[in-house]
């Protein structure tokens, strides 16, 4: 989803910083890559298909870069129970009923032709420039996490447990492009981190709190 096909989108309660700025500029430019990847795959031949091996480099590197294992599977959940149930808080208290775009509720196979959904949605936008959502669904459907930045927008469908269903990614130069799952997943944890930092400082902030 793209900032200018939503409402106004909240910056962080009481002035509290991004979670995502406590990582270095190494750091980001590392996962600024990655999105790179999944944004432009045609751009990046050299690292699928018969080479798919440099991907596993790629990822490794990175995942040594990172301070926390990003990538490891015994760090998961990347988000508690808890953290996600202050979200939902959260998106009852202070989110907004909209229309998602019709190409991304298609593009997560959730609608058809010209189709949409009416969600309710919550969002931030952090100290990076970057915008984050997470809308909920109807009848127990799911979420879908969605993170847009200045090289495109990621958008994700998880069913009601948290697990992951479809991506894409959308940028003007691409339009709208699938992400599989085993790519996706990577830059989705990427997301819940965000997420759970963000419920952190919620519940610090006491910005739910009667």
Same mark, same amino acid.
């Given at each position: 989803m793209k900032k200018d096909e939503l409402p106004e989108v909240r910056t962080h309660p009481g002035n509290l910083c991004s979670p995502l700025s406590k990582i270095n500029p190494r750091e980001r430019e590392s996962l600024g890559f990655l999105r790179k990847i999944a944004a432009n795959p045609t751009?990046?031949?050299g690292?699928?298909?018969?080479?798919?091996?440099?991907l596993s480099i790629l990822i490794a590197v990175i995942s040594f870069l990172i301070p926390f294992p990003l990538f490891?599977?015994?760090v998961k959940p990347f988000i508690t129970?808890?953290? &996600?149930?202050?979200?939902?808080?959260?998106?009852? $208290? =202070?989110?907004?009923? !909209?229309?998602?775009?019709a190409r991304v509720t298609k593009g997560l196979g959730l609608t058809h032709l010209d189709e949409t959904l009416t969600v309710k949605l919550d969002s931030f936008k952090d100290?990076?420039?970057?915008?984050?959502?997470?809308?909920?669904?109807?009848?127990?459907a799911g979420f879908i996490v969605s993170v847009t930045d200045l090289l495109?927008?990621?958008? &994700?469908?998880?069913?009601?447990?948290?697990?992951? $269903? =479809?991506a894409i990614s !959308?940028?003007?130069?691409?339009g709208v492009v699938s992400i599989p799952n085993k790519d996706a997943q990577k830059l989705?944890?990427?997301?819940?981190?965000?997420?759970?930092?963000?419920?952190?400082?919620?519940?610090?902030s006491g910005v739910n709190k009667k």
């Amino acid at each position: 989803m793209k900032k200018d096909e939503l409402p106004e989108v909240r910056t962080h309660p009481g002035n509290l910083c991004s979670p995502l700025s406590k990582i270095n500029p190494r750091e980001r430019e590392s996962l600024g890559f990655l999105r790179k990847i999944a944004a432009n795959p045609t751009e990046f031949a050299g690292f699928t298909g018969t080479n798919g091996f440099r991907l596993s480099i790629l990822i490794a590197v990175i995942s040594f870069l990172i301070p926390f294992p990003l990538f490891a599977d015994d760090v998961k959940p990347f988000i508690t129970n808890g953290q &996600f149930l202050e979200i939902l808080v959260d998106l009852g $208290v =202070s989110g907004t009923t !909209v229309m998602l775009p019709a190409r991304v509720t298609k593009g997560l196979g959730l609608t058809h032709l010209d189709e949409t959904l009416t969600v309710k949605l919550d969002s931030f936008k952090d100290d990076a420039g970057a915008f984050h959502f997470i809308a909920k669904l109807d009848n127990d459907a799911g979420f879908i996490v969605s993170v847009t930045d200045l090289l495109a927008a990621h958008d &994700f469908y998880v069913n009601k447990d948290r697990v992951l $269903v =479809s991506a894409i990614s !959308v940028t003007e130069k691409n339009g709208v492009v699938s992400i599989p799952n085993k790519d996706a997943q990577k830059l989705l944890d990427v997301e819940w981190v965000y997420w759970a930092g963000m419920a952190d400082r919620l519940s610090t902030s006491g910005v739910n709190k009667k």
